[in-house]
């Protein structure tokens, strides 16, 4: 039985690919807003920061390493946290276009999705009649006809190029119950060990829905295939779900994960004004519930990554 003294570890996702500037006026875009509230998120408690890079002129997703490095620099520069880098991007990327700022980076931690899967979003567009940018609206309401795309051997090339040659730990992104099976396959084969940073993803159409029965349904499945004592887990609940599902989580003997990617609202109505308003109100439950939550430094130890000064930000 895992210590009352457990520290849990808040993971900050600042901007994401789903979320476009006309649904929040607060969602960061430039490598200026993007500084701003990973750094502010940080002070307020996340020890994780994940993070995507948009293209500053519009706020469309890009993987561009040269904007990356017009941030994350500044970032690792100004906070102690753990820098994770997606390696998801958006369903619009190639994996070779994913990798590129990781492979550049080589960061302690990057974000790895466990399968291909129907992503949409598009019902995130409605009610939206003025658009700030052209892009906005076909790529909202086009997501439902496209895949993101991560077969095995997609996530093989990742493991051995990040993982295998470069000592970057993965967040496991599991939408589903099939994608801790297909964890649990490349644990058969030798691909990866133990221990795994498991980031269960509720509320997104084409993965498990945020019903509070598949956040058990997950934990349980991962015990049985795993171990509990052979893994950490963190609770992402997308949109409205955020903090109920993640509040869970953390009861149910997991880490946290909150950001303006996740959902654009601190409360019913009431858009978050930033990314530490989110992580600030979680650490504010964790504490009320007698949770400690986890410095950067105590989460190297509990995710066992290669530290700071192990990475390639300033190269």
Known sequence: MRSSKRKVIITCAVTGSVHTPSMSEYLPVTPEQITEQAVEAARAGAAVLHLHARNPSDGSPTPSPDVFDQFVPRIAAQTDAIVNITTGGSTRMTLAERLAYPLKAKPELCSLNMGSMNFAFHRAGRGISNWKYPWEKPYVEGSDDLIFRNTFRDIKQVLALLGDAHGTRFE???????????????????LVKPPFFLQCILGILGGLNADPENLYLMRSTADRLFGRENYEFSVLGAGRHQMSLVTMGAI???????????????????????CAAQVLKIRRILEELS??????????????TKGADKVSFYD
């Open 291 to 304: 949770l400690e939550v986890a410095s950067p430094d105590e989460a190297r130890a509990i995710l066992k």
């Open 172 to 190: 496991f992104e599991c939408y589903d119950v099939g994608h801790l099976h297909n964890l649990a396959h490349l644990l058969e084969e030798e």
């Open 252 to 274: 149910m003997g997991g880490h946290v994960r909150v950001g303006l990617e996740d959902s654009l609202y601190l409360g019913r109505g009431l858009l978050a004004a930033s």
